[in-house]
């Protein structure tokens, strides 16, 4: 039976009846907001690629996470900006590095946050790749301690999550070695999974200081052809012990999503990259799109397709929207 008996537009009628049927309610409880930690004090610099997210010392950070808490997203993620850069990162492990000393200041704080940590070694190399360089090619083993040690230094300092985005083989297992080793065998893994080499980071290159200084990336992260690929990673990730995997970019994976949503039982994130935020807030600018509209679109979408995790510069903006509906 078909028309005119059924007519799914009765459905459709009110915002309330539309509510009611939702099958993807939007809510801030799944969002992770990304933050950028530079030195010093008192400095909120706006980034000029992604207005409305800016480089900020611990100080401010905390204020914007006073923020975040009271919006009720449960999570951030820094990022580091550090003060000196050299070949191996050795700025990424300090016990009084830029984000082992937000943390601690969030820390005292007491906010009612989760802190992840974003683990790599771009932001911190003179050279920009993730990993040390050895014979001109980034060399995954020799950097598997590194990162290591760097999960380890922000998990001393305090954080709740560490998140390798690095994409060398073999990185959440030496993590999980190390951080139970020394007794943080409840610091839960967020692995960059499925990473691809995306040209939607650019902005973040900009954001984090961490444009690659000869070559690109594509020896390391994944090649956005491959959807199988990307099962594989998270099945090898998950045998290394990752406690939830991510999808990266999100936009133009949203299949990837999905296939890996069906595939594991474990929680998916997806991270809204900075591109995908550049596009949207320029387009906005020029009163070609309405913002609000096109974000909650897709952040919906995003979640439809799988991910009950989304990382996302518009997390703020969305918690606002939704706590004003
Ligand atoms: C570091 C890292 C990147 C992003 C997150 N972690 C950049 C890169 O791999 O070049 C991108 C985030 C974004 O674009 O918002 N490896």
């Known amino acids: 039976m078909s028309f005119p008996?059924?007519?799914l537009r009765r459905l459709r009628k009110t915002e309330l009846l539309r509510g009611l049927v939702r099958e993807t309610p939007l809510s801030g409880a799944n969002f992770v907001y990304p933050m950028f930690v530079r030195p010093g004090s008192n400095i909120r610099q706006e980034v000029s690629s992604m207005p409305g997210v800016f480089q900020q010392s611990a100080d401010k950070i905390v204020e914007d996470c006073r923020e975040v808490e009271l919006l009720g997203i449960p999570g951030v993620i820094l990022f580091g900006l550090p003060e000196t850069k050299d070949a191996r990162g050795a700025s990424s492990l300090q016990k009084d590095g830029v984000v082992q000393r937000a943390i601690e200041a969030i820390r005292k704080a007491k906010l009612n946050l989760i802190v992840i940590t974003d683990v790599c070694l771009c932001e911190y190399t003179d050279h920009g790749h993730c990993g040390v360089i050895e014979n001109g090619e980034v060399a995954n083993d020799a950097t598997l301690g590194i990162l290591a040690e760097q999960a380890l230094s922000h998990a001393r300092a305090g954080a709740d999550i560490v998140a390798p985005s690095d994409m060398m083989d073999g990185r959440?297992?030496?993590?999980?070695?190390?951080?139970?080793?020394?007794?943080?065998?409840?610091?839960?893994?967020?692995?960059?999974?499925?990473?691809?080499?995306?040209?939607?980071?650019?902005?973040?290159?900009?954001a984090a200081q961490s444009a690659p200084q000869f070559g690109d990336r594509r020896s390391y992260q994944m090649d956005p052809g491959n959807v199988r690929e990307a099962l594989k990673e998270v099945e090898l990730d998950l045998e290394e012990g990752a406690d939830m995997v991510m999808v990266k970019p999100a936009l133009a994976y949203l299949d990837v999503i999905r296939r890996v949503r069906d595939a594991f039982d474990v929680p998916v994130g997806a991270y809204n990259v900075s591109g995908e935020y550049a596009m949207v807030k320029a387009a906005a600018q020029k009163g070609w799109l309405d913002e609000q509209r096109v974000v909650l679109e897709i952040v919906t979408g995003i979640q439809r397709a799988g991910a009950e995790i989304i990382l996302t510069y518009h997390a703020k903006d969305v918690a606002r929207w939704l706590k004003a509906c």
């Open 172 to 206: 959440v297992g030496a993590i999980r070695e190390t951080l139970d080793e020394h007794k943080f065998e409840n610091i839960a893994i967020l692995s960059y999974a499925a990473k691809y080499c995306s040209g939607f980071y650019g902005p973040f290159r900009e």
């Open 5 to 7: 008996v059924h007519r």
